[in-house]
């Protein structure tokens, strides 16, 4: 049985980094405001500075805490004058986009559970285990080694995959 922790673990370690990182360099007294925007060619956009073409703008605003701030009902709205009128091609199109990233996004969510569940079922099974050198060479794990990662395993897998299907 082989077991790669370079994908998935450093994967879900880089994704937990980033997220302290970003939440430690919120300050407590001010709110981050983020740009959604709409390109040239129908893609969304995030940015924390204001985009060049002025179409299509909406202002997020987060909170210290990471939570978004409600703006009420105005929210969304770049100018005073637009309204509630149905979306109109574009706009459908781009909540199309939007579905469909969410989609792929919760796809690959579950692929990546299944992947944590598979590792735990190998880790679980007994017998040698050994990880991939970088130069193609086996290093079996000791008993404790195996039992640490079990652990991290687990510990993925409660904080990732509540809610997964797969």
């Known amino acids: ?38 390109g040239a060619y129908g893609e969304v956009k995030y940015s924390q500075h204001a985009p060049q073409n002025g179409k299509n703008i909406e202002v997020i605003e987060f909170r210290s805490d990471g939570r978004q701030n409600n703006a009420g009902q105005m929210a969304g709205k770049t100018n005073s004058e637009q309204n509630n009128n149905p979306p109109d091609e574009e706009q459908q199109r781009v909540e199309q986009l939007e579905a469909r990233i969410q989609e792929q996004e919760a796809q690959a969510n579950a692929q990546r559970c299944q992947s944590l569940r598979n590792n735990l079922t190998n880790l679980n099974v007994g017998g040698r285990i050994y990880e991939m050198g970088v130069n193609g060479e086996r290093r079996y794990l000791d008993g404790r ?22």
């Open 1 to 38: 049985m082989v077991y790669a922790p370079t994908t998935v673990l450093t994967k879900l370690f880089i994704i937990i980094s980033m997220a302290c990182a970003l939440l430690l360099s919120m300050s407590t007294s001010h709110a981050v405001q983020v740009y959604k925007s709409i």
């Open 145 to 166: 080694e195996i039992e640490l990662k079990r652990e991290r395993v687990q510990q993925a897998i409660t904080q990732y995959c509540t809610g997964a299907t797969v």
